[in-house]
């Protein structure tokens, strides 16, 4: 059961994070990462992770790639995009370099390590203790030993919020920032027609 | 099984019986929304003819009953349009995406058992202890919110896929609503965990079940957690469900049909389904965190059958409020639907929320609770005062023009 679920998921997952790259549409993109982020909720909740699973659909896909396709959709740039044109030379090669060196070094450590691989050990997403549940130990973990991590996070993102308001305001009484010199005499060509003589 | 989420009764052997109960259950509470569904349009048009002194529909079936079923079948034999300048695969995959959160969002409500006299609700069936809900995993409340934020999407993507001016309008609008009034919507949800310390909404209907204090006010969430937080979740779920006075996304003058003037035939149907059966399980979602759910004395006869009659009860009250709200006050402006969510809702809750930490802190520690709740009551006003300062100062500044 737990494996016919992880293959499923996993296939979901892959399939969306090819359809990120490979979309020519920005939303159609965004939709395949929805896809992608309900796949990793789902291999989650297989591994008994629920607090986990329905934190990464609420703030990932219900608030994150919400936002994104907002701002999408308010600036219009939902056009589709020439995926012909590679902004980098050889960038979709080395990309595809890469991958196949990563994928190499997996398939190399299944090879080598045989049976080793199979550690064991609990899964770091797993429940520590079966008896108490996920969320207070969840909970408990993060007041009382990483109290200070969170509270700082909570500071940093208080800190970026500010900054935002700061930087979106526009102070209109500033005086507008006056064109260098070195484009205001270039040459013979004024960069605002005089009127002709005579012509009102 | 477990790991699905499922009955935490059932896990352990699982045999034919805990199959056919969970089929059961299932096809029990698809048919239930569907009906409730049904009956709710019904319901919403004849009221609101009350109110408007017309009579509403009155010809399919006794008192109209059945007018929504043929306005369904009569949606299944309309063309199917599909505009020149739409996305087509977006904009078929956008209704269903409406519909599908609006079905698994009830999933976690529990609509009966027993919980008179120390009862946990619990049923026989087939031999097997089950309650009465399609499932109780532990994150619960959580899942509802999940989905409601999930929700959005039908809507943003209707209105981006239709190639159209209005409903990527509508679109936009209502994104922005949905996603500002969740936030309110989930500061009003904690203040409900942080009193019954559970998640699970089996154990959150428990919690508010008994005699309750003095014998005859009951143990409501509603009482429990100072009203505050009912009034906010109220006040935000109809901004949630786009419901009127907060219907901006559908206000016709301005925006036609909104997201989905484009849409025709089933297509329409199924948003407009959607929207009241976000409405019937809103109520029932407010029943359960702050009314005790089906929780309720059981009078004669077997217990788990009050339960459902309580939770009919106390939903169909909150539905009816839903369209007396409805039909009694008029759309708010777009900023005031903003200010009322930035501005006042959310501050609120937080407020509260911070409030009623303390005094569970309080409680614990043995501390004074009056002096305590006074001293976070002094600091929760002087954090008020100083958001009306900045908002005044803010608006003194915008009109002077000195920043836009």
């Not at chain 1, 059961?1 to 399939?15: C, D, H, K, N, P």
């Not at chain 1, 589709?80 to 595809?96: C, H, I, M, Y």
């Not at chain 2, 204090?213 to 006040?235: C, E, R």
């Amino acid at each position: 059961m737990e494996t016919v679920v992880f293959i499923v998921s996993a296939l979901i997952v892959l399939a969306g994070g090819l359809g990120v790259v490979s979309s020519r549409n920005p939303v159609h993109a965004a939709l395949s990462l929805i896809a992608t982020l309900f796949g990793i909720a789902v291999l989650f909740l297989n591994l008994g992770a629920q607090l986990l699973a329905v934190v990464q659909v609420i703030v990932y896909t219900g608030a994150i790639v919400v936002l994104i396709l907002f701002v999408m959709m308010l600036l219009g740039v939902d056009r589709e995009e020439d995926l012909e044109t590679e902004p980098l030379v050889g960038q979709r090669l080395l990309a595809g370099l890469i991958g196949l060196l990563f994928l190499g070094a997996v398939l190399a450590v299944i090879v080598i390590g045989r049976e080793a691989i199979v550690t064991g050990t609990q899964s770091v997403t797993g429940a520590i203790s079966p008896t108490i549940s996920n969320i207070s130990q969840i909970g408990t973990a993060l007041f009382t030993t990483y109290v200070f991590a969170l509270e700082i996070t909570a500071g940093l993102l208080t800190i970026a919020v500010v900054g935002a308001v700061v930087l979106s305001r526009r102070p209109n009484d500033l005086a507008p920032i006056p064109e260098p010199e070195s484009m205001i005499n270039m040459g013979d060509e004024p960069l605002t027609a005089i009127p002709e003589e005579g012509a009102h | 099984m477990n790991m699905l989420g499922g009955d935490p009764l059932l896990s352990g052997q699982i045999d034919l019986a805990v199959v056919l109960i969970v089929l059961l259950k299932v096809v029990a509470v698809f048919a239930f929304l569907l009906v409730a569904t049904m009956l709710m349009i019904w319901f919403e048009r004849k009221v609101v003819s009350d109110f408007q002194n017309r009579v509403g529909p009155n010809t399919a079936g006794p008192f109209g009953i059945l007018q929504t079923l043929a306005d369904g079948i009569k949606f299944f034999f309309k063309e199917d349009l599909i505009p020149d300048r739409a996305e087509r695969r977006v904009f078929i995959l956008a209704p269903l995406l409406t519909v599908v959160p609006a079905f698994l969002l009830f999933t976690i409500v529990p609509f009966g058992g027993d919980f008179s006299n120390g009862h946990d609700g619990s049923v026989e069936l087939f031999g097997h202890t089950t309650y009465l809900q399609l499932a109780d995993p532990a994150i619960g409340i959580l899942f509802a919110l999940a989905m409601s934020s999930i929700a959005v999407y039908g809507v943003m993507l209707a209105g981006w896929s239709s190639g159209s001016k209005y409903p990527l309008l509508g679109s936009v609008r209502a994104s922005a609503q949905m996603v500002s009034y969740e936030a309110a919507l989930g500061l009003s949800v904690c203040a409900v965990v942080l009193t019954t310390g559970t998640l699970s909404t089996h154990g959150i209907v428990v919690a508010q079940a008994g005699s309750g204090w003095g014998g005859f006010i009951p143990h409501w969430n509603l009482i429990a957690t100072g009203f505050v937080p009912f009034v906010v979740f109220l006040l935000a779920s109809q901004a949630e469900l786009n419901r009127p006075p907060f219907d901006l996304v559908e206000a016709e003058q301005e925006l036609v049909g909104s997201y989905h003037t484009e849409y025709s035939s089933i297509r329409f149907a199924l948003f407009f389904v959607a929207e009241f059966m976000n409405s019937v399980t809103m109520a029932a979602i407010i029943v359960t965190l702050f009314l005790g759910g089906p929780a309720g004395p059981a009078l004669l006869g077997p217990g788990w059958l009050w339960g459902i009659i309580w939770f009919l009860l106390k939903m169909t009250a909150f539905l009816f409020l839903f369209v007396w709200v409805r039909s009694t006050l008029p759309r708010v402006r777009y900023d005031q639907l903003m200010d009322l969510g930035w501005k006042v809702l959310i501050p609120l809750s937080l407020g509260w929320l911070l409030l009623l930490a303390t005094f569970w802190v309080a409680r614990d520690q043995h501390w004074n609770g009056f002096v305590t709740v006074g001293l976070g009551a002094v600091v929760g006003l002087t954090g008020y005062g100083l958001l009306k300062g900045a908002i005044a100062t803010s608006k003194a500044r915008r009109l002077e023009g000195v920043v836009d």
